[in-house]
């Protein structure tokens, strides 16, 4: 494996790129008064990055069978691409140790909160597999893959999360894409060992139809406070031309708040009363607006403040700052990209809250969000924000100096197509490579080189 991404390696980055954008509905062409805007960077990475590192991506000593790391070459053609400064390929906070392989298409990961260790694995046709003590096991704990429509890039089974009283109630929720294109919000009820769940056993909390079949967000995830938090992009297509993002009676383009603790059929979920209100006739599941394709949030367990990273469209990728409990923000999609006017006719009375972080699309094309580190295996990175991009394979942390300032750093970059982070119960995490359906896990940084 070489040492570093060279200018080759990345020069596949504005395929990629509009390979994405395409698939999302998007166009690489802005209005003008959006292409002339210069970059404004929120914060910057770090300026000196080693130059001759071996990588640190290695294999777990497991009996798994060998699996050899692809180039990006492997999956897409090389095209022209201005090159970018080198990257590193090895971090003095972690590596990356290899612990799975055989997935198919992997979206994401989750944990029960059961004390059993598991991780459950999204897998975009449909399915849900299960990794335990080490292995991934044969049979999916959940297959769905009649119902779920994965032909657009964007669409398939993309997230899951599991009710906060699991352990008593067996109820897990899932997001997937449905034969008619549209988000579906499900439950589902799982057996008594955690290693199966029966698929007749579902039943509908929300249902939300798509115009186009790309930027359907994705994410579930219970908050601190016991709500089902769900994240859905704006539908697709350049621009938000249907303005969904900002228009508060859809549910297109928003973080959305639900109360599913006594979720059936025949009472899928309850508003909790202290959501923000957006304006007369506004959903009252809405509980942030403005958002382009929310792939992947997270809260951090110790403060509960919670992270939305949010795909941007031509020009740039965005972290937004949410702290905890203190919902009601507009994140400004379709009027802004990030820090940047992409329309100039936004009404005067509306307030937009900047992001603390955005990168341009040098440096990737796909932001995919993680999470605020607070395991106990790597000590350096308790409470910094780990986060990627899918296409450029850049990894950064993101913290508050002293000062209260956002300050980012690149601090790894690998050579696969990040998919998904993803926490364990103890708080360790974890990274899914999309292409390959690998697995890694975040472990002490190590000198062991992945041929």
Same mark, same amino acid.
């Given at each position: 494996?070489?040492?570093?991404?060279?200018?080759?390696?990345?020069?596949?980055?504005?395929?990629?790129?509009?390979?994405?954008?395409?698939?999302?509905?998007?166009?690489?062409? !802005?209005?003008?008064?959006? !292409?002339?805007?210069?970059?404004?960077?929120?914060?910057?990475?770090?300026?000196?990055?080693?130059?001759?590192?071996?990588?640190?991506?290695?294999?777990?000593?497991?009996?798994?069978?060998?699996?050899?790391?692809?180039?990006?070459?492997?999956?897409?053609?090389?095209?022209?691409?201005?090159?970018?400064?080198?990257?590193?390929?090895?971090?003095?906070?972690?590596?990356?140790?290899?612990?799975?392989?055989?997935?198919?298409?992997?979206?994401?990961?989750?944990?029960?909160?059961?004390?059993?260790?598991?991780?459950?694995?999204?897998?975009?046709?449909?399915?849900?597999?299960?990794?335990?003590?080490?292995?991934?096991?044969?049979?999916?704990?959940?297959?769905?893959?009649?119902?779920?429509?994965?032909?657009?890039?964007?669409?398939?089974?993309?997230?899951?999360?599991?009710?906060?009283?699991?352990?008593?109630?067996?109820?897990?929720?899932?997001?997937?894409?449905?034969?008619?294109?549209?988000?579906?919000?499900?439950?589902?009820?799982?057996?008594?060992?955690?290693?199966?769940?029966?698929?007749?056993?579902?039943?509908?909390?929300?249902?939300?139809?798509?115009?186009?079949?790309?930027?359907?967000?994705?994410?579930?995830?219970?908050?601190?406070?016991?709500?089902?938090?769900?994240?859905?992009?704006?539908?697709?297509?350049?621009?938000?031309?249907?303005?969904?993002?900002?228009?508060?009676?859809?549910?297109?383009?928003?973080?959305?708040?639900?109360?599913?603790?006594?979720?059936?059929?025949?009472?899928?979920?309850?508003?909790?009363?202290?959501?923000?209100?957006?304006?007369?006739?506004?959903?009252?599941?809405?509980?942030?607006?403005?958002?382009?394709?929310?792939?992947?949030?997270?809260?951090?367990?110790?403060?509960?403040?919670?992270?939305?990273?949010?795909?941007?469209?031509?020009?740039?990728?965005?972290?937004?700052?949410?702290? !905890?409990?203190?919902?009601?923000?507009?994140?400004?999609?379709?009027?802004?990209?990030?820090?940047?006017?992409?329309?100039?006719?936004?009404?005067?009375?509306?307030?937009?809250?900047?992001?603390?972080?955005?990168?341009?699309?040098?440096?990737?094309?796909?932001?995919?969000?993680?999470?605020?580190?607070?395991?106990?295996?790597?000590?350096?990175?308790?409470?910094?924000?780990?986060?990627?991009?899918?296409?450029?394979?850049?990894?950064?942390?993101?913290?508050?100096?002293?000062?209260?300032?956002?300050?980012?750093?690149?601090?790894?970059?690998?050579?696969?197509?990040?998919?998904?982070?993803?926490?364990?119960? !103890?708080?360790?995490?974890?990274?899914?490579?999309?292409?390959?359906?690998?697995?890694?896990?975040?472990?002490?940084?190590?000198?062991?080189?992945?041929?």
């Amino acid at each position: 494996m070489r040492r570093l991404f060279s200018s080759e390696e990345v020069v596949v980055l504005s395929f990629v790129c509009s390979v994405l954008i395409s698939a999302c509905g998007g166009s690489s062409v !802005a209005p003008d008064a959006y !292409a002339s805007t210069p970059i404004v960077q929120v914060t910057t990475t770090a300026a000196a990055l080693r130059a001759s590192a071996p990588s640190q991506v290695t294999e777990a000593p497991s009996t798994l069978d060998p699996f050899r790391l692809h180039s990006r070459a492997t999956f897409i053609p090389v095209v022209s691409f201005a090159p970018r400064p080198l990257v590193p390929s090895q971090s003095d906070l972690f590596s990356l140790q290899k612990i799975a392989v055989g997935l198919q298409q992997p979206t994401g990961l989750a944990h029960a909160g059961d004390g059993s260790g598991r991780l459950y694995i999204t897998e975009r046709p449909g399915r849900v597999r299960v990794w335990q003590a080490g292995r991934l096991l044969p049979t999916p704990f959940l297959d769905i893959t009649a119902q779920v429509s994965s032909e657009g890039f964007e669409q398939g089974l993309l997230g899951i999360a599991f009710s906060p009283d699991f352990v008593r109630s067996r109820r897990f929720f899932v997001n997937y894409t449905d034969r008619q294109g549209a988000t579906v919000v499900a439950g589902f009820l799982a057996s008594s060992n955690g290693l199966t769940a029966d698929p007749s056993s579902e039943w509908q909390v929300m249902r939300i139809p798509q115009p186009y079949s790309g930027h359907n967000g994705g994410q579930l995830a219970f908050g601190p406070d016991g709500m089902l938090y769900i994240g859905v992009g704006d539908g697709g297509g350049a621009n938000d031309l249907h303005n969904y993002a900002q228009n508060s009676r859809s549910l297109l383009g928003k973080l959305l708040r639900i109360d599913v603790s006594q979720s059936s059929a025949e009472q899928p979920y309850r508003v909790p009363a202290d959501n923000p209100s957006f304006g007369p006739n506004s959903r009252p599941e809405i509980w942030a607006i403005g958002l382009r394709n929310p792939w992947r949030f997270s809260f951090d367990r110790l403060t509960g403040d919670l992270y939305i990273a949010d795909v941007g469209q031509g020009r740039l990728e965005e972290v937004n700052f949410q702290p !905890a409990g203190q919902g009601g923000q507009n994140y400004g999609w379709r009027f802004r990209e990030g820090t940047e006017t992409l329309y100039e006719d936004a009404p005067p009375d509306l307030a937009f809250t900047d992001p603390v972080f955005q990168y341009d699309h040098n440096q990737g094309c796909s932001i995919i969000g993680g999470y605020v580190y607070r395991g106990a295996a790597l000590p350096a990175l308790v409470g910094a924000y780990l986060f990627g991009d899918f296409c450029s394979g850049l990894i950064w942390t993101l913290r508050r100096d002293n000062s209260g300032n956002w300050q980012g750093e690149t601090v790894l970059g690998v050579p696969f197509f990040i998919s998904s982070f993803g926490e364990d119960e !103890a708080g360790e995490l974890y990274i899914i490579d999309y292409y390959s359906g690998a697995l890694y896990q975040f472990v002490a940084p190590s000198p062991y080189v992945m041929r």
